[in-house]
T-cell receptor, first 115, second 111 residues
């Protein structure tokens, strides 16, 4: 099955700096890559996603890049703010024969933005 | 995603009891996924359902766990004879195609 590795596990940045989180996946058939933000005790919140026919997608301060050849994708947050502090999860998905888009998650990156 | 509802939010069960977790998807969504999250871990897929059908249960333990999504009412994840290792946060996600939106989760504690 699919395996997703995520690095780093913890990341501290100064407010205003950029943060980059990287993930690799094992199954070349994966074609959908969402990123979730989870604050302590809260639900995972979908913040951005990318499909395999696109190399880059941007939404305000957040961008995601995908390299299908190398099987890795990254989350970039610019001009970080204290409210960006949370655990970020990457995930990969393949549409199964049964129509399931089950997500395989990385283990998460705890981002701390220092004011 | 505020539309995905789960209850209860917290559930305490003694070993050997049954746990029932409920999930109501967003309006217009007919796909429900269940995931389990252990402390300091990512989410692990358990089961995928559509109305009245279990489509993919490849992540579900073979014993004690079952799920349903009836024609009327919420999806239910049922854990029989709970053990301490079942303590975790259980999240459901609803979807119309590939984007999945999560509910607030049920935190199960087995004492």
């Amino acid at each position: 099955g699919e395996n997703v590795e995520q690095h780093p596990s913890t990341l501290s940045v100064q407010e205003g700096d950029s943060a980059v989180i990287k993930c690799t996946y094992s199954d070349s058939a994966s074609n959908y890559f969402p990123w979730y933000k989870q604050e302590l005790g809260k639900r995972p919140q979908l913040i951005i996603d990318i499909r395999s026919n696109v190399g880059e997608k941007k939404d305000q301060r957040i961008a995601v890049t995908l390299n299908k050849t190398a099987k890795h994708f990254s989350l970039h947050i610019t001009e970080t703010q204290p409210e960006d502090s949370a655990v970020y999860f990457c995930a990969a998905s393949i549409r199964s024969g049964a129509g399931s888009y089950q997500l395989t998650f990385g283990k998460g990156t705890k981002l701390s933005v220092i004011p | 995603n505020a539309g995905v509802m789960q209850n209860p939010r917290h559930l305490v069960r003694r070993r050997g009891q049954e746990a029932r977790l409920r999930c109501s998807p967003m309006k217009g969504h007919s796909h429900v996924y269940w995931y389990r999250q252990l402390p300091e871990e990512g989410l692990k897929f358990m089961v995928y359902l559509q109305k009245e059908n279990i489509i993919d249960e490849s992540g579900m333990p073979k014993e004690r766990f079952s799920a349903e999504f009836p024609k009327e009412g919420p999806s239910i994840l049922r854990i029989q004879q709970v053990v301490r290792g079942d303590s975790a946060a259980y999240f459901c996600a609803s979807s119309r195609s590939y984007e999945q939106y999560f509910g607030p989760g049920t935190r199960l504690t087995v004492t």
